[in-house]
């Protein structure tokens, strides 16, 4: 699908769009774009299947042998792509993805190109093997956080041997600038009521010294601290639902806080993560980001690292908007290592204001259907939609068929 798009904001209106409270950045940005409010549209004839999106997981779904059972089905297409993956990264990645042990690939800087690198793997037997049409069979692409890297290779902005070098890349600097602290780091998700939820985050910002609407990008008593000791909203991933970064010690002193004077009591659950990722600790994977990015890509001599425009349009963690430019898609991958994952007002903007009905999850674990299935109603909610996930070979027929069978179904 072809797709119109507007002039990207100047670097001085992405500063400022940075400077808004993360709620308010996407009504912002939707109305100071100098397009219509769509953020794309089409200009070839209508279709009458339901509005399609793919989206790729992020960090914490990683298993040992994720890749075996697809090697065991499709050896002919899964092996040789096995093979390129090492041969990019100059390591065997796909051994510790094959044997472990958990330790060795639940580091960070293994963790994150496997599940990219488990994910493109996935996509590519479902084109290859099973006649998926990518391009064809699918309007936008997104990613949560580290996801944001699979689902723009799927939207033809990224090369396959790029990402996966960016990613590998970044992943060994935000696992050094954990090591490095003198502090015990790492994110713990809150989850409460659906109704508690704002004033929840009113009550964190309130102990963090922030604004009333709060932002990274204000400078009050938190920011002052050294990164290692601050606190960050790293995600709002549901209605009821966000993720805390930094300081673990800081973070229970917050809960201690709201729980006691801010007449709240969400439920905390620590995450398998030793590094708080979207959080100012990560600001030297941004700068690395931010270099790499602005270098020719080293896969295919004398072309840019990113393809303007893809194939489709893609969401970025950053703005919960599709990319409007080469830069901006620059300056936000590199952004978003320290940027809060607006990952719940991406799933509502698709679905409510661009009527994306069917979800097809792409590689390793259930989390990111769970989310978008907790938003859009997992099947029935719509006629002809529903929220899949594809993570065995198993699932990738069950999955191709259920499309088939709401290819021609649209809402009334």
Known sequence: MNYLLPRHPSPSAIRTLLSLPPALRAATYTSTSPSSTKRWQSDSAPTRRPRTAIFFPGQGVQRVGMLDDWAAAFPNTVKPLMDEIDERLKF??????????????????NAQ????????????VLEREFG???AERVDVTLGHSLGEFAALVAGGYLREADALRLVRKRAEVMARCSREVNEEVGMIALVCEADHMQPMIDAI???LGLASEGSKADSHADQDMPAAHQVSIANINAKNQVVLAGSIRRIRELLTHIRQFGGHDPRAVRLSSDSPFHSPLMAPAAELMKKLLSQPSPSEKGQDMIIWPGAMPCISNVSAR???SKQQLKDFLAWGCVETVQWHDAIVYLHQEEKVRRWVGIGPGKVGRNLV???VGMKGAVKGGGVWGISSPAEAERVLEDLEKTESAVED
């Not at 796909?94 to 044997?99: F, G, V, Y």
């Not at 190109?113 to 590519?124: C, K, N």
């Open 92 to 109: 065997s990645l796909t051994k510790i993805i094959a044997e472990g042990p958990n330790s060795k690939l639940t580091a960070t800087e």
């Open 113 to 124: 190109p496997a599940i990219m690198a488990t994910s493109i793997v996935i996509l590519r």
């Open 132 to 134: 998926f049409n990518t």
């Open 205 to 207: 910002h309130g102990f």
């Open 322 to 324: 599709p990319f409007q």
């Open 373 to 375: 299935g907790k938003e």
